[in-house]
Each structure stands twice: as C-alpha cells, then as structure tokens.
C-alpha cells in the first residue's frame, strides 16, 4: 500500500542501514533454521534479494527501508504461523507486484507458479475487496472466503502483512489509522478467529482498539496493570491446591493467569453496561502440560479437571469440554469455571502443549507434531478442507456444530450481509430489528419485516450466521414500547428508548403531533378489528349485515340440522378455533341469533359448549353436493391497513370464490394467511394467485394443495 505506508526518498542505501536490514534477514532465516520444515534457504534467499532489489530506493512512511516490512512479515509468517519457504517467499515478495514494476509473470519466471499464484492472490486482496479504495466491503465474507480456498496461504501472508502494519501503524496520519484499525476490527478480526488463529486475533483486536479509541484503551490498561498484583495473588491462592496435586501426579506443566484482552474487556463493559471492577472472568487460568503420548492425552484433561474439583466450587453450567468434540476450527481443551478466594469465579483452561500451540495458532501449528519432515502441502489442505465444509454448509448451526450439543461458546458474534454483499458483524442472538439499526438508525425506526432467501421473517427473528437479509421499511411504520422485545443490541434500544420518548413529550406537549404519531397506532386497532371481524365471519362484514336483518328461524334442535357448505352463503357459521372444512366431524351450537356455529367435534371448546350448554347442542350433517373442489392456498405479506378487506374483495366480490376458510397469522408486520375454498378448476386457483400477487403488500402466493 503505497500511499499509506510508502514514502520515494532517494537517499540511497547507507551501510548503516544495510547492516539493519541484512540482520532482520538473518533473524528471518534462523527462525526458519530453527523449525523442522525443509531446508530450502536457496530460493528463500533469492525471494529476499529479489524484493529487496524491487523495493529499492523506497522507505515506509516511520521512514526505514521499505524491506524490512516484507521481512517482517515472512517473520510472522515463519515464527508465528508456523509456515514454510513457500510462505516465506512469498511474504518476502507479497508487495513486488503492486509497489514495482515487477509483473506477476517475472515472479512466475524466478520462482514458479505456486508462489506467483500467491503473490498474486494478496495483491488482488489488497487492491480490491480489501483495499485502501474498499472500506466498507462489498464483497460477501464466506464467498470470499471460498473464493481463496485455492490456495489458504493467500489469506495467511495477507494475515501475517496486516499484523505488521497494525504493529507499525503509529507512524500514519491519524485518519489513516483510524481506518486501517476499522478495517482490521471489521475483517481480519473475524477471519482470524474464524481459522482459529486466536492469538493473532486477539493482537489484532487490541491494535485496533488501541488506535480507535485511545482513551479507553489506556484506562482499561492502566486498570489491568493495577488489579495485577491482587490478581496474581488471588490466582496463585485459588491453584495452590492443584499445583501440589499435578507435581504429587508427575506432570510437567505451566500454570498462567490469564488477562482477557483490552479489547474484550471494552467489549463486555459496553456490551454489559458494566464497569470494569464487574467483569468477572477477568480472571482465567491456563494450565498446559507436557505429553508425549496422544492416547494419554484426553484422560490427563480430565485427570487435571478432577483436581480442581477436589476443594473447589465448581459452576454447574461451564464446563466445556471440547476435547471430545473439538470446535468446527480445531479448538481442542477442557474448560471449567470454578469458585475462587474473594467469590470470584475463574476460568480454567486445561491443554496439553499441542492443543494449546493449536488454540494459539491454528491448524498451522501441527507441523509441529508430524514425525520427520513435515508436507505443508497436506496439512493446509486438510485444514482449509475443514473450513471449506463449514463455510459450505450453512445450515443453522453448521457454523458451529457444537451449538447442537449447547455448547455455544464458539461464536459471540454473526456475521450477515446486506443483499449487496455487505458484511455486518452483530453479536449472537441478534434479531431483523437489530440489523436494520446497525445499519442506519432510520431503516430501524421504519423496519417493518426482514427478508431472508425470499422468506418473509418478523422483526423479532434472530439471524444466524451467512443470512442476507434485505430490510423492508415503510415510512409510516414507527417504534412501538413492544419493539424493546424484539430487539438486542444496545444501539437499537437505546435508539428505541430515544424514539419513545419524544414522541411522548410531542404527546405532553402539542396536540396536533399527537395526531400525527397517534395516527398509526389508531389505525393498526381499526385494523386489528377489521382482522377480528373477518375471522369470526369469513364473508363480507355487508353480507353478515343483510342476515343480520332478516329474521331467523327457531332451529329445531331435536332433528338433524343439514349443513350446506356450496349454498352461496352456507347455513352454518364456522368458528375461528378449530376452523372446521365440509366433511369433518363436526357439532352444530345454536347461538343467540339462531344461527348454527360449528366446531371440530375435537375443539375444546366445543367440548366446554357440550357440558354447559347442552340444550343448545344440535345434530348435524353435511349435505350438498358439488362438482367444485376444495382447494388451499398460501399467502406471505406485509400487512397492511386494508390488506385483508382488499384480499377478501378480490377473492369473493371480483372473482366470486367463496372463501372456506382463512387462517391469518401476523407477527408483527409480517401476515401470513392460510386460506380455503371450492373452486371449479385448478386453473381459477392459478388465475386467483396471480391476482392476489397483484395486491399491495401480498409478496407471495401459492396453491398449497
Ligand atoms: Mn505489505
């Protein structure tokens, strides 16, 4: 990235400075020397002198020679990743192609197509859907992903090159920083965690925190270090007992106390509304130990875990064991949380040094553990095949697979996208409404419904993990005290609460405001009633007036009262409860008007009607015949003032179907409307479907049997 970290200064190389970087190569190499991969120093030292010979002449912006950057990255690459010469080089390499006049094709030429290919997949990276031009992605995250699964060292080396910068941002301009940090928190962030490089993760996390909110950080570090000592104390009290019960046991073990990150501090504390003085688990216990059988390995977890059951209280609800069930990124260890000096619960983390080395760089750590040389090849391969076959299949809870089994500590967060491809990061559990107002706080206040993979889904409905929603809004849809339910995050209520009330000062203090806020509300009762009416009589509320004005007949009660459904207005009323069809075994209750009300012979409340008013009871039979059909059908909407009054008109006034049955269901403003009649063949249905599409706010209707 030259304009942000690239400065041309033609000073020419002083021997000074040549010592400085031919050193930092040295490092590089002895830090490769020192791992077990191959030995190909050869053409990782012709990567070096080819970037250096690329990149001469120019100095990053803190003013150092422009290699040492690539350097540094092959070192993270090598010491932090655990990758090989393939990685270095192309770390060495990963800028050539955008900052010089290099071409791909040279990089090719020199050092063949694998670690081209790789160059080149960073360069596209930091171009595009990452680049300096790209801060709001408009790229989706798990395509993306996918996208880079020819080769994962691509998003390794861009990985590694991002935690160099952000280790080396102070040199920028603050508005450069403030983006680079953004970008960091948004992206790389995530995708770190996301292949379980954990440690880096965290790193990552804390930079960006550190430049985004300066302030903060420095008090949340400054309380760190001064709780340390009585952290320490308490920490070293609450493992006395184990440490005696391990060396009793024979273990070779290392017992740290853990400090939860800046970062996730912050992020409890603004997510919790809490001070820092109550965020509990700022006290963690790793205790690692030496193993060198595999087969041992579970049962000396759960040997440790029973060391700190003996004198400890343990939390009922934390134990995580994720040794048997590893976690969808090949997180292995044993957590549990137990009481400690003060109340104070603590976590516990049991690993052995492989698992820990895991948790702490990804899969990319189990070279360390193959016998003799290791095939790096073979190792990224499996490990991107099991992020593929996640990433792949994202049904509900196939992002973590643990969540089945409730353990569901793997993901606090979600990631979903805007229908362009815009990715959100919200925390787990959060719902339509919450989006809308991450987004932007006026599509919060007029959400009406969500839309998921063309289903309509409520306000309320929680999102998970690779949905793209599209926010639907009405501008006369407004906040009502009800929306705090369906809502999660603090920016959407705290917006809510805010809505709220204003717009009961406008009701204290002026009177045409009132009318003009009161307004919807007015008019979603009269809508509810409207729904009311239809459901207690599934014909025109015209038509219900017209029987209303003739006088009915006494019904004898003694003999079989014959129900005709097909009679253009049937003699019987059906009930909203049980909604029985022409056929079903139903009883007949004479009401006050002389009418006959049925239900399922099965309602409860017909049974109730049977013991109470039994004299009202009369027999019934369906009678009648007809050629027409009984045919359903299925509606998906938004609702609407009038929605129903106009489907009902459609279906019975212009079409003259009459309507069975009618089944609405609203969740907030998403309807959904079972509905049944006789018609006389199967092409009126499709000729009525098509027309109720045509209804505003009808998104979606089907013939259902
Ligand atoms: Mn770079």
């Known amino acids: 990235m030259q304009d942000s970290y690239t400065q041309f200064i033609s000073t020419g190389d002083s ?115 990452f680049g300096d031009k790209a801060s709001v992605q408009a790229e989706n995250f798990r395509k993306l992903l996918l996208s880079m699964s020819t080769d994962i060292r691509v998003i390794l080396v861009k990985m590694a090159d991002r935690l160099h910068n952000m280790r080396t941002l102070g040199s920028l301009r603050p508005e450069k920083q403030y983006k680079i940090a953004g970008e960091t928190l948004y992206v790389y962030a995530p995708l770190a965690h996301r292949l379980g490089l954990s440690k880096i993760k965290y790193e990552l996390e804390d930079l960006a925190f ?151 760089l990804g899969y990319a750590a189990h070279w360390k553990y193959k016998d003799g040389v290791r095939e790096e090849e073979t190792e990224l391969d499996t490990w991107m095949n099991t992020i593929k076959d996640i990433l792949a299949h994202p049904e509900p809870n196939a992002m973590d697979f643990l969540d089945t089994i409730k353990l569901n500590l793997f993901s606090s967060e979600i990631y979903v996208f805007t229908p362009k491809g815009d990715l959100l990061v919200l925390p787990s559990g959060a719902t339509v409404l919450d989006m809308a107002f991450a987004i932007h706080s006026h599509l919060g206040l007029h959400c009406m419904a969500g839309k998921i993979s063309h289903k309509l889904v409520p306000l309320s409905h929680k999102l998970e993990s690779g949905d793209q929603v599209e926010i639907i809004t009405s501008e006369t849809r407004t906040p009502t005290p009800e929306w705090m339910d369906f809502c999660h995050t603090a920016k959407a209520q705290s917006r809510i609460r805010t809505y709220l009330r204003k717009a009961q000062d406008v009701e204290i203090f002026s009177p045409e405001e009132l ?51 097909d009679d253009k207005e049937p003699n019987y009323h059906i009930e909203s409860c049980c909604k029985p069809l022409p056929g079903d075994d139903v009883l007949g209750f004479v009401n006050e008007d002389e009418e006959v009300v049925l239900h399922k012979v099965s309602c409860p409340i017909a049974m109730r009607l049977k013991s109470s008013y039994g004299s009202r009871l009369v027999m019934t039979e369906w009678g009648g015949s007809s ?73 979606f209707a089907q013939r259902t049997s």
């Open 15 to 129: 021997s000074q400075e040549e010592k400085i970087v031919e050193a930092a190569f040295a490092d590089l190499l002895e830090c490769y020397l020192e791992s077990n991969h191959r030995k190909k120093v050869d053409i990782i030292r012709r990567a070096y002198d080819f970037a250096k010979e690329a990149h001469k002449g120019t100095r990053r912006r803190s003013g150092e020679p422009y290699i040492l950057h690539p350097i540094a990255v092959a070192r993270i690459v090598v010491e932090e990743l655990g990758l090989g010469s393939t990685s270095i080089c192309a770390a060495l390499l990963h800028d050539v192609v955008e900052d010089s006049e290099y071409t791909r094709e040279d990089i090719e030429n020199a050092f063949g197509k694998r670690i081209a290919d790789i160059v080149e997949g960073v360069t596209k990276i930091s171009g595009g859907i």
């Open 210 to 360: 550190k430049y985004e909110h300066p302030q903060k950080y420095k008090e949340i570090i400054e309380k760190v270090n001064e709780t340390e000592e009585h952290r320490e104390a308490i920490v070293e009290e609450f493992v006395a007992p184990v440490r005696k019960m391990l060396d009793d046991a024979g273990f070779k073990y290392e017992i740290k106390a853990r400090v939860k990150s800046a970062y996730s501090i912050y992020n409890k504390m603004e997510t919790k509304k809490i001070p820092f003085e109550e965020i509990y688990d700022v006290y963690a216990v790793r205790v690692i130990f030496e193993n060198d059988d595999d087969a041992l390995e579970k049962i000396k977890c759960w040997q440790i875990y029973t060391f700190f059951t003996e004198g400890h209280k343990l939390h009922p609800e934390r134990l995580r064991d994720w040794i048997s069930i590893p976690k969808a990124n090949g997180y292995r260890a044993l957590h549990l949380t137990a009481m400690g000096p003060e109340g104070k619960w603590i976590e516990v983390q049991i690993r052995s040094r492989k698992m820990d080395d895991i948790a702490e």
């Open 515 to 565: 009318d003009r806020i009161g307004n919807p509300t007015q008019k979603r009762e009269e809508k509810k009633s409207l729904v009311k009416k239809i459901l207690k009589n599934p014909f025109s509320s015209k038509k219900k007036e017209k029987r209303k004005a003739s006088a009915h007949q006494p019904i004898d009660r003694q003999k079989v009262f014959k129900l005709y459904p």
């Open 627 to 699: 050629s027409r059909f009984l045919t359903s059908v299925a509606m998906d909407g938004i609702d609407r003032l009038g929605i129903l009054e106009d489907i009902v008109n459609l279906i019975s006034t212009r079409l003259m179907i009459d309507i069975r049955s009618m089944n609405i269901s609203t969740r907030q403003d998403v309807f959904h409307c079972d509905m049944s009649f006789y018609v006389d063949s199967a092409e009126t249905v499709t000729t009525l479907c098509e027309q109720l599409m045509h209804v505003k706010g009808v998104k």
